[in-house]
């Protein structure tokens, strides 16, 4: 049914410019990876302000976000690896292109990639 979260949360040296809407909840304070002081990120915010709800599903596929939590990539029942990872492009892109951050996939990915 579902992996679990699929993007970690992101760790930027600062807010990428322009994003002020970042609610204090969705950021805090934390080290970057090979040190330094960064701003971690939701990922379940940026998803969801990227215009992402929950149960968001591409047109014909059963792979879908959760219907209780927009962080978790969910198979309905005979979606395929190639859906799973369209839905996953498709999100990432638009968090990419809405608030500039890119996601990274929590699962260990084989023999596919984003």
């Known amino acids: 049914w579902s992996a679990g979260s ?15 809407d970042v609610p204090d909840g969705a950021q805090w304070p934390a080290e970057r990876p090979g040190g330094g002081a960064g701003v971690k990120l939701s990922a ?48 990432r892109t638009g968090v990419l292109e809405r608030h500039g951050v890119a996601l990274d996939a929590e699962p260990r990915l084989v023999g596919v990639a984003l």
């Open 6 to 20: 699929f993007f970690t949360n992101p760790v930027l040296a600062q807010l990428p410019p322009g994003m002020t």
């Open 44 to 91: 379940a915010w940026l998803i969801q302000s990227a215009g992402f709800g929950p149960g968001y599903a591409l047109a014909g596929s059963a792979a879908a976000l959760s219907g209780k939590h927009t962080l978790a990539l969910t198979n309905r029942g005979g979606a395929t690896a190639a859906q799973i990872l369209d839905l996953a492009r498709t999100i």
